[in-house]
């Protein structure tokens, strides 16, 4: 795959896509089986306020960005990255940041708002096509192939 002629943004974009799609669909099972359970199993008045259209929108909005923003991160940390634990154990760490906003946001130390929505939505956005790009002007194909460091 390494040696053929396509274009290192082409092979990264691929790559991602392939993560990128299980890992959505994963992501809204577990949430559709949530909110099945809740709307089964939980009392009459917790599932009313647990499942409300504005947390329906954000998870459907910001699943794949958050998803995507996470690949990047990875496959940046993993092109410069010659060992596999240190890869993971500096992905761990930079997945810190968006833990910390959505658990801000969960427990409504940072209040949501569509303002904030699409404030956040832009920035993921932009994050993830800023991220193709330095990922794949990261990217080193001769040293994949050669095994050289």
């Known amino acids: 795959m390494l040696g053929t002629p396509t274009r290192s943004e082409e092979l990264l974009l691929g790559?991602?896509?392939?993560?990128?799609?299980?890992?959505?669909?994963?992501?809204?099972?577990?949430?559709?089986?949530?909110?099945?359970?809740?709307?089964?199993?939980?009392?009459?008045?917790?599932?009313?306020?647990l499942i409300r259209g504005p947390d329906i929108v954000a998870q459907l909005l910001f699943t794949p960005l958050l998803v995507a923003w996470s690949i990047w991160i990875g496959m940046a940390i993993s092109t410069r990255s010659s060992d596999v634990r240190v890869a993971q154990q500096l992905g761990a760490?930079?997945?810190?940041?968006?833990?910390?906003?959505?658990?801000?946001?969960?427990?409504?130390?940072?209040?949501?708002?569509?303002?904030?929505?699409?404030?956040?939505?832009?920035?993921?956005?932009?994050?993830?096509?800023?991220?193709?790009?330095?990922?794949?002007?990261?990217?080193?194909?001769?040293r994949l192939i050669t095994g050289a460091r």
């Open 15 to 49: 790559k991602a896509l392939a993560v990128l799609a299980p890992s959505i669909a994963i992501s809204y099972a577990v949430y559709g089986v949530f909110l099945a359970c809740v709307e089964l199993f939980a009392h009459p008045g917790v599932a009313p306020a």
């Open 93 to 142: 760490l930079a997945s810190l940041p968006s833990i910390a906003v959505t658990t801000l946001i969960a427990i409504n130390v940072i209040h949501p708002t569509r303002a904030l929505a699409l404030i956040l939505a832009a920035a993921l956005l932009l994050a993830n096509r800023f991220g193709w790009r330095i990922v794949s002007a990261m990217f080193d194909r001769e």
